[in-house]
């Protein structure tokens, strides 16, 4: 019985193993067959590491969260009497990890949960890191689709770019996908596109004009008893005041679409679903102690 190795060692491995071979008496079928299999599994632990070393915050995060957070949360993070489901809310889970690092870090105070600054960042970071276990998000996932084709649906067929910023480009009616997918399910990100949930018909979007008859569209990003600031299709931002203004129109944000399951198919779909996991951010930076 004889072996091809070349695809696997190294010429100098492959050399050593033939002369173990030669200096072998009598039938050496099975040994060398050990030695193969020995040498194989020493490959496959060499890269395990790099493969394990994302649980390990995840693993390490475990204890601390059952020492310091299931009094309020739950033992599975789905909430108590006196804490909210942080493992299936998706404000929580639409957070980035810097955020949420943030509010271990400094505490809420108004809705009552105490700062845990004493824990050091490395071991709020491990938190983090079960806390997204604990929310269905994998240590390691592959992507739906192809990210390529992904993108050319979500500018063109889809249209998802007439409302939706990525990265800093592209609409603004919409909310921003830039992190969204990071913190879903690949089933969860497919059924948010193919089963919308229904408007909240909460106004987003406002139509200003001005006394001397300038019109002005965008959303509403923040305002008060006497001020307004919007930001246009454009990305552009505008503070107004509303004693300068004639007319203020508000209007409902526009629907998601609810018949992508007709206009794309399954694999175009898993291509869009593909490309929103595949966006990447910069870095996100360590917990800030507010002032």
Request: charged residues 25%; glycine residues 10%.
């Amino acid at each position: 019985m004889f072996f091809t190795v070349n695809r696997v060692f190294s010429s100098g491995e492959n050399t050593r193993i033939a002369k173990e071979r030669r200096a072998i008496p009598g039938n050496t079928a099975v040994p060398f067959i050990a030695v193969l299999l020995l040498s194989l599994c020493a490959a496959a632990q060499a890269q395990a590491p790099s493969r394990r070393a994302a649980g390990i915050g995840a693993t390490a995060g475990k204890k601390t969260f059952t020492g310091h957070c299931t009094g309020c949360h739950g033992l599975d993070g789905h909430g108590g009497q006196r804490g909210p489901n942080i493992a299936r809310s998706p404000s929580v889970k639409h957070l980035s990890d810097a955020e949420l690092a943030k509010i271990i870090f400094n505490g809420r105070t108004d809705f009552g949960m105490p700062a845990f600054r004493e824990l050091g960042r490395n071991q709020i970071q491990k938190l983090v890191d079960y806390l997204r276990v604990l929310q269905g998000k994998g240590v390691a996932t592959s992507l739906a689709g192809n990210p390529q084709k992904g993108k050319a649906i979500f500018l063109g067929k889809a249209a998802c770019s007439s409302c939706h910023t990525v990265a800093g480009q592209h609409g603004f009616v919409g909310s921003d996908l830039s992190t969204y997918a990071r913190r879903l399910t690949t089933a969860e990100v497919r059924k948010a596109i193919t089963d919308p949930a229904p408007s909240t018909g909460r106004v987003k979007t406002v139509t200003a004009t001005t006394r001397d008859g300038l019109r002005l569209s965008g959303e509403v990003r923040n305002e008060d008893n006497f001020s307004i600031q919007m930001q246009d299709a454009d990305g552009a931002f505008h503070f107004l005041l509303k004693s300068d203004l004639k007319k203020l129109e508000y209007k409902p944000l526009p629907p998601m679409p609810a018949d992508y399951r007709q206009r794309l198919s399954r694999q175009e779909l898993d291509d869009l679903v593909g490309y929103l996991q595949s966006i990447k951010t910069e870095p996100e930076s360590a917990p800030e102690e507010e002032q």
